[in-house]
């Protein structure tokens, strides 16, 4: 198929498209957006698409799987959107409720426990906890990604023992 030939195609499933993408975002801004980046998916990655399969397939799942990580994205950066007057949220003081005694008691002993692992486990399991990815550990750190892995899987096991023993 020639990229005109796809271009044309591709063309003629804007309308569906644009539905489907309104049934997922609910808002007719966000689907165009989503709209706009599936056509360019689409034709950034034409090569991959196989002669004579089903092209409205295809692109239905290039824009279901943008749609799934733009929202997990969203939901990793947990933006706070405050539309009240005077940003009363975002002005509110961030200790709106009092921490339970023991509760302080406990995180201070996880701490204690994390601090007492080994180096080599200690510092790729805080990356992990502070929002790395394995992925940025491993690069961060000039480690490959199954050493991080398994890095991180023993000081769990080992925190879980010790949490075990002193709880």
Do not use: C
């Amino acid at each position: 198929m020639t990229a005109i030939e796809f271009n044309h195609q591709l063309v003629g499933l804007e309308r569906n498209l644009t539905k489907f993408a309104l049934s997922l975002t609910s808002n007719r801004e966000e689907a165009k957006d989503l709209l706009q980046e599936t056509l360019l998916k689409a034709i950034i990655n034409r090569e991959q698409f196989v002669n004579y399969s089903n092209l409205k397939a295809w692109t239905y799942t290039i824009m279901k799987n943008t749609f799934i990580n733009r929202y997990r994205q969203t939901v990793r950066q947990n933006n706070i959107l405050d539309s009240t007057k005077n940003l009363y949220f975002l002005n509110q003081s961030r200790k709106m409720y009092d921490i339970a005694p023991d509760s302080n008691y406990a995180i201070l002993e996880i701490n204690k426990l994390i601090d007492g692992l080994e180096n080599e486990y200690k510092i790729p399991f805080k990356l992990l906890l502070e929002g790395f990815r394995y992925k940025e550990i491993s690069e961060k750190l000039g480690l490959r990604l199954g050493t991080v892995k398994s890095r991180i899987f023993f000081a769990r096991k080992s925190l879980m023992e010790s949490l075990n023993e002193n709880f």
